[in-house]
C-alpha cells in the first residue's frame, strides 16, 4: 500500500510516525514535509495548497490513500478533486470544512442547532462592529472569520484594543481576506479542553482528551500562537463531562451539518471550555489539531490506516478504537521570536540523544541541509514523552527537551500545568 500525506509540520510527522507501524504500508509519501518527516517518507517538493500538483502525483504514482492534513487544502477543496479523479483520500470534502473555514458559518450553526457556544454577532465593516463595541462588557473576543494560521483570535482586555484588534484584522487586513468579516463574542472563564473525533457522518468516535497551550509564554502569557505545547488527558474532563459532550455537542454537530447537505467525513476538532456554566464549544476545526495530535496519536492502540479507511467507507461502526491507559505530553521548542520575527537555518543537536522507547521528536519546522537538521520555522520541534500518568510524562518530555539545543530556541517550562 503506497500513503501520500499532504502537509509539513509536527501533526503530519506524528501521523507518518503512526501510518508507518501498518505492515502493509510499503511506501510513504509526504508533500512537502520536513527534515525529520525524511527519515519515515519520501518528501514531495509539492506546495500543500498545490491542488493540481498533489492530484497529478497521486495518479502518477498509484496513490492508494492520500491523507490530507492541513486546513487550507481542505477548505479549497482537495479532497474533492482527488475524489473526482477516483482517487481514495481521508478528509472532508470542502462544503464540510467550512466548518473550520468560516467561524461566522460555524457559530451561525450552533446557534441554529442549540449547540452549546459563547453569545455573539458577525460584521463584515469595522464601523458596526466598533459600535457594538461600546455596548459590551469587557474582556471581549474577536475573531477573523477565516483562515489565520490559529492566529486570528485576539483577546481584548478593553474597549480601546478591541477597537485596535477590529482595525487590524477589518482594515488592515492583518489576516488578509479571513478578516473580512469578524465574529464579536462574549469572553467565557473557565478551562479549555480539545477533542477530536474520527467520523464518517453517520458514527462519530472521540479520541481521548487534550489541552494545549496557545500563548507563546509560560502562565500563559504574550500573544496567541499555533501551539506551544499540549498534553493528554486532561485533568477535567471527567466521564461524566465526556457524556454531556457527546449527548450534546458531538452528535448534535455531526447531526446538524448532515442536515445542512455539509456531511462530514474525516476528523472532526471540538474546541471546548468548562466554564461554571456547563461545557460550551469555542472552535472547531476540521482536522487533526496541531500540537494535540502529537499527544494524542502516541496514545492509539487501534491501526490509523484501518480507522481512516473505515471513515472514507462509513463503516467506522465496524472497527474498535482502543487507546492505552497512559498520558502524554508534548513541549514545543520555538525560534526565539515567535510567532513575531525570528530566524531559521540553525543546526539543531541531541535529537537522537532525546528519543527514547517513550519520547518521540516530531519534527515541525526543520529541513535537512547538507546531511544536518536545522531550523526552518517558528515552531521546530515537538518533544512528546509518554508516562504511567501526566506528572511523568511531563517530567520525561521535559527531561528530553534539556538534551536538545539551538541557537535563539524558546519554550514554555509550565506544559501541563493547568
Avoid at 484594543?161 to 465574529?183: L, P, Q, S, T, Y
Avoid at 477530536?196 to 507563546?216: E, N
Avoid at 465496524?318 to 514545543?332: F, H, K, L, P, S
Wanted: hydrophobic residues 40%; contains cysteine.
Amino acid at each position: 500500500m503506497k500513503i501520500l500525506v499532504v502537509g509539513g509540520g509536527g501533526r503530519e510527522h506524528a501521523i507518518i510516525h503512526k501510518i508507518s507501524q501498518n505492515k502493509n504500508v510499503e511506501k510513504i509519501y509526504c508533500a512537502p514535509g520536513n527534515g525529520g518527516i525524511a527519515q519515515l517518507a519520501e518528501c514531495v517538493d509539492i506546495k500543500a495548497t498545490d491542488i493540481d500538483g498533489i492530484v497529478a502525483f497521486a495518479k502518477a504514482n498509484q496513490i492508494d490513500m492520500t491523507v490530507v492534513a492541513p486546513d487550507d487544502p481542505l477548505v479549497l477543496g482537495m479532497v474533492d478533486k482527488l475524489n473526482e479523479n477516483g482517487l481514495n483520500a481521508f478528509g472532508p470534502v470542502a462544503k464540510a470544512a467550512i466548518i473550520e473555514g468560516s467561524k461566522v458559518f460555524s457559530k451561525n450553526l450552533m446557534k441554529k442547532y442549540n449547540i452549546p457556544t459563547a453569545a455573539y454577532e458577525t460584521f463584515d465593516n469595522s464601523k458596526d462592529a466598533i459600535e457594538y463595541l461600546k455596548t459590551q462588557k469587557m474582556p471581549i473576543v474577536v475573531k477573523a472569520d477565516g483562515l489565520a494560521l490559529g492566529k486570528g483570535v485576539i483577546i481584548a482586555e478593553n474597549y480601546d484594543d478591541a477597537v485596535k484588534a477590529v482595525h487590524e484584522i477589518m482594515d488592515d487586513k492583518a489576516f488578509g481576506n479571513a478578516g473580512n468579516k469578524v465574529v464579536i463574542e462574549e469572553f467565557l472563564v473557565g478551562q479549555e479542553v480539545s477533542v477530536l473525533a474520527f467520523t464518517d457522518g453517520k458514527t462519530l468516535v472521540p479520541m481521548v482528551s487534550a489541552q494545549d497551550h496557545k500563548r507563546v509564554f509560560d502562565n500563559d502569557k504574550g500573544l496567541n500562537t499555533g501551539g506551544m505545547g499540549a498534553f493528554s488527558p486532561s485533568r477535567i474532563y471527567t466521564e461524566e463531562v465526556n457524556k454531556y459532550c457527546y449527548d450534546n455537542i458531538f452528535i448534535p454537530t455531526m447531526n446538524a451539518m448532515k442536515s445542512e447537505d455539509r456531511t462530514f467525513k474525516g476528523v472532526l476538532y471540538f474546541g471546548l471550555i468548562v466554564t461554571e456554566d456547563g461545557v460550551k464549544v469555542i472552535e472547531y476545526n476540521c482536522r487533526f489539531g496541531d500540537p494535540e495530535t502529537q499527544a494524542v496519536l502516541p496514545r492509539l492502540k487501534t491501526d490509523l490506516v484501518d480507522i481512516f479507511q473505515a471513515v472514507i467507507d462509513e463503516k467506522l461502526d465496524t472497527i474498535n478504537i482502543e487507546w492505552y491507559d497512559n498520558a502524554v505530553a508534548c513541549v514545543v521548542m520555538a525560534s526565539g521570536g515567535y510567532p513575531q520575527k525570528y530566524q531559521s537555518g540553525y543546526e539543531i543537536s541531541g535529537i537522537a540523544d532525546a528519543e527514547s522507547d517513550i519520547v518521540t521528536v516530531y519534527h515541525a519546522g526543520t529541513k535537512l541541509s547538507d546531511g544536518k537538521i536545522v531550523t526552518a520555522g517558528g515552531r521546530v520541534l515537538g518533544v512528546s514523552a509518554s508516562g504511567n500518568n501526566l506528572d511523568d510524562a511531563i517530567k520525561n518530555s521535559y527531561e528530553a527537551v534539556k538534551k536538545i539545543s539551538f541557537k535563539d530556541m524558546h519554550y514554555r517550562k509550565d506544559i501541563g500545568v493547568k
